[in-house]
C-alpha cells in the first residue's frame, strides 16, 4: 500500500509526479537543455577558481598607472585595463571568485537553515508553525535591501559579511518553499504509513520530508544563486559590498560607472559575466525543474 | 530579485495565489473574516519590521550625533547633543518611546533636517508612487501582448523567440540594465536624460520622460518573470481545462478562445503575482533611485540609513512592509473577486 520509501529521491520525479507525464515537455536528445548551461557554469566556475592558478594572470590589484587606459584585446592585456592599470581580465576572474563563493555560501546557509525551518513549520503545523512563519513574514515584509545595506555597514563591508547579509534574503525563500513541499506531503498514503509505524518527528523530517522536498529546494537553490549573483553585485554597487581594490563584479561596474562615456567597456565587460553566469543559473534551473516535475 | 519572485511563484494556475480563505468552512461573508484575520496577522508582523529596523540601525557604528557634528567634535560635545537627542538612554526605552508615538500617528522628526518625517514622506512618496504605477502598467503592455503570442503556438517561433527574450530580460540586474539604457539612450542617442526629475507640475512630458528609463530599469526584469509565468498558465489552460474543449466544439476560434477565455482566467493569476512582488519592486526604488538620482523614497532611505537617522529609516521601512502586507491583502480580495469558485467557498479545483 505504501509506495516504497525513497532514499535519494534527488534525481527522481517528486511522489506523485508521475501521473502528469503525459503533461510534462516531451525529452529532448541528449538533454541540451540541461548540459549547455550546466557546461557554461563550469566553464566560468573552473575559469575563475583554476585559471588564476595555472595560467598567466597579473595580479587583480597594484597595477601600474603607466599600463592604465588600454583598449580591449591590447597585447598582455586581453580585456584592456581599468583607469588604475588593473587587468580586467583578471579581475573578472578575481571578482567571479567572490561572486561563486557568495552565491554558494548563501544558498547553502537558506537552504540547510531556511529549508529545515521550512520543513520544520510545515510538519509539525499547529503553534510552531505560527510562530515560525511570523519571524519569516517579518523577514519578508522587511525590504531585504534595507537589512542587507545596514548589515555590511554595521559589519564594515568584507566578503563574510555579504554573505550573512545576503542570508537574511535566502532563509526566509527557502523556509516557504520547503513548508509548501512539506505541506503537500501531509495526506500522502506513505507519510500515514510511516507515522502509523511509529515513526519518530525526527525521523519522518530527515527520511520521509527531506527528500522529497529536495527537488524543489534544489532547483530553486540554482534560481536562487542567480538572484544572489545579482544581489551581491547590488550590494557592491551602492558600495556596501566588496570594498574596492579587491575586485568584484559589482563594484567594477560601479567604478565604470563613473567613466560610462568615455570607456563604456569597463561597465560592459564585468556586466556581460554577470548576465552569461546568472541566465545560465536560471536555464538550468528551469530545466531541472522540468525534469524533474516539480513546480 | 526577480528570478527568485518567479521561483517562488512558479507553479500550476492553482497555486499561483495565496491559500483560498478556509474553503467552504464559512457562507456568511468569508470576505470580512478574511479581511479581519489578515489584518490581525498584519499587526505582528509590522511590529517585527519597527523592532528589527531599531535593531539594525542601532547596531551600526557611530550614531547621528556624530554624524551631525562630524569627525572634529570633541566626546563632551558629542555626548551633549545625544543627551538631547535622547539618544544616550537604553535601546528598549528609545525603542518603547518611538512605538508608542507612532501608534498614535506621530513618526517624530529627521535628526539631520529637523523636518517632521511625515512631510518628508509627503514631499517624497508621490515620486515614488507614479514610479511604481509607471512600473506597473510597463509590465502589463509588455508581459500580456508577449505571454499570448508566445502562447498561441506552444514550441513555435515566437514562443521560443519570447522565452529566449524573456530569460535574458529576467537574468539581467537591474542596474545593470539602468546603465546600459543610460549609456544607449541618453549619451548615444541623447533621447531621454540621464539623470534629475522633472515635476509633472513643471511640464507633464519632461516628466514622464524623466521616469522612462528608471522605470523600464525596475519593470523590464520583473515583466519578464511575468510574461513567462502567464505564458505557462495559458498553455496549460488551453490543453487542460473543460471550458476549453467546450468553446472548441461550438467553433470558437483558437484565438477567440485565448484571448476572451483563457486570457481573461488567467490575468487574475497574473494580477495576484504582481501584488506579492509588490516588495520586490520596492526594494528595487532603493537601488534605481539613487542611479538617477530621483529624490524618492528609496534615496531618503539610502540617506536615512548613512546619516544613521533612525526617525526617517524607521518611517521608510514601515512605509515599505505596509505597502507589502496591504498588496497581499488587496490580491488575496482581488483573487476571491474575481474568481468565483472562491467567492462562494468552494475548493479550487
Redesign the interface.
Known sequence: MAAPLPDSTLFAPAAGAAAFTAERPRRRAYNLDIWIPAAILVIIFAGCFLWPLIGPVPPPVGGSILSAGAPMFSPGHFLGTDPVGNDIFSRILYGGQVSMEVALAVNAIGLVIGGGLGSIAGYAGGIVDAVIMRVIDVLIAFPFLVLALAISQGLGPNERDVIWALSFFSVPAFARISRAGTLRLHGQTFMLAARLSGTRPWRMLLRHVTPNVMPQVATFALLGMGVTVILEGALDFLGLGIPDPSPSWGNMIALGQGTLSAQPSLVVVPSVFLFVTVVALNLLGDALRARWGTQ | ????A???A???SS?WGPAAPAAGAVLRSPMLRLVGRRLL?AI???W??TL??FA??N???GDAAQQLLGANATPAEVHALEVKLHLNEPFWVRYGHWLGAAVTGHLGSSIQSGQTVTSTLAQRLPLSIELLAYVFLLTIVISVPLAVLAARKPGGVTDRLSMMLS??G???????LA??L??VFA?ILRVFPAIGYVSPGESIPGNIRSLTLPAISIGFPVACVYTRLLRADIV?QM??EDYVITARAKGVSQWQILVRHVLRNSVFGLITLIGLNL?TL??AL??IE?IFSLPGIGQA??QA??SRDIPV?EAV?LV??VV??LANLLTDLLYAVLDPRIRYGRPTA
Open positions: 530579485m526577480t528570478a527568485e518567479g521561483a517562488a512558479a507553479g500550476p497555486h496577522a505582528p508582523v509590522l517585527g519590521v528589527l529596523t539594525v540601525m547596531v551600526l557604528p530569460m535574458g529576467l537574468s539581467i540586474a537591474p542596474y545593470v546603465l546600459l543610460v549609456l549619451v496549460e490543453q487542460s516588495g520596492v526594494g532603493v537601488i539613487p532611505l539610502l540609513i548613512n529609516a521601512t515599505f512592509a507589502v502586507v
